[in-house]
């Protein structure tokens, strides 16, 4: 069971946050973590029912891989604001990520919570975003006979089209490229290109076309991101794939 949860699970919005928590999520995106949690939990012993210092804790906890400590702190975070959304998609992301970390039957007894806190989230904030990128991962990845579906994911792949045309784009791409719907994932990456041309979105067609063997569709898609981009990585690249080239 994958559950690949990892590149959604903490989103850094600094708005209204203290100076404090603004230095701890520099010192995480620097992957300084351990000045990160002495920091984090010399602020949370300062202010132990403050939410913010449980949050940043969980963060801390969460880039370190302590999935335990981090849903703990999470869980408190639900129980104390059960109306916000981030709060749920968050303790949902780390217990995705602790089902990812134990045997399939210890990882049984925890999507049901995942799924809930997702959905909960979604609920919530029918703009939010990264809850809505969760689920369409959770659908795909979790077996069918345990509630994975395509159908599911590409509901929410559709009501992120809503919310973030580029980002539906990705999402219906990923949930077609998932079905080996070739075609329609290419079509719907093309979108995304066109919609919001970022490297993230050039990547995924790039991926599409390396991934059928395709690398002449691959390195002249890499020939145009880079032209429009000017991102030195598409070189490298670039120069990969046309070892593979027959």
Not at 151 to 157: R, S, V
Request: charged share 25%.
């Amino acid at each position: 069971m994958k559950l690949f949860f990892a590149f959604l699970l903490f989103p850094l919005i600094l708005i209204g946050q203290s100076k404090t928590v603004e230095q701890i999520h520099t010192l995480l995106d620097n992957n300084q973590l351990e000045q990160a949690k002495t920091l984090a939990l010399k602020y949370h012993k300062e202010n132990p029912n403050n939410l913010e210092a449980i949050e940043v804790l969980g963060d801390v906890y969460g880039h370190q891989k302590d999935w335990d400590n981090a849903i703990e702190n999470y869980e408190k975070l639900v129980e104390a604001k059960p109306n916000v959304a981030n709060y749920h998609y968050k303790y949902g992301g780390a217990l995705g990520m602790k089902a990812k970390s134990v045997s399939k039957f210890r990882a049984l007894g925890l999507i049901g919570d995942v799924e809930d806190a997702f959905l909960t989230a979604a609920n919530l904030d029918a703009n939010h975003i990264d809850t809505r990128w969760a689920l369409v991962h959770y659908y795909l990845e979790v077996p069918g006979i345990i509630g994975g579906s395509s159908k599911k994911a590409m509901k929410y792949a559709k009501e992120l089209f809503a919310i973030s045309p580029v980002d539906g784009y990705l999402a219906m791409g990923h949930v077609h490229e998932d079905e080996k719907e070739y075609g329609p994932a290419e079509s719907n990456y093309k979108n995304a290109v066109r919609v919001g041309g970022s490297i993230k979105c050039y990547t995924h067609l790039i991926d599409l076309y390396e991934k059928r063997e395709n690398y002449e569709l691959a390195i002249k898609t890499i020939d145009e991101a880079y032209a429009s981009l000017k991102d030195e990585s598409l070189l490298t690249r670039k120069a990969k794939l046309e070892s593979k080239r027959p």
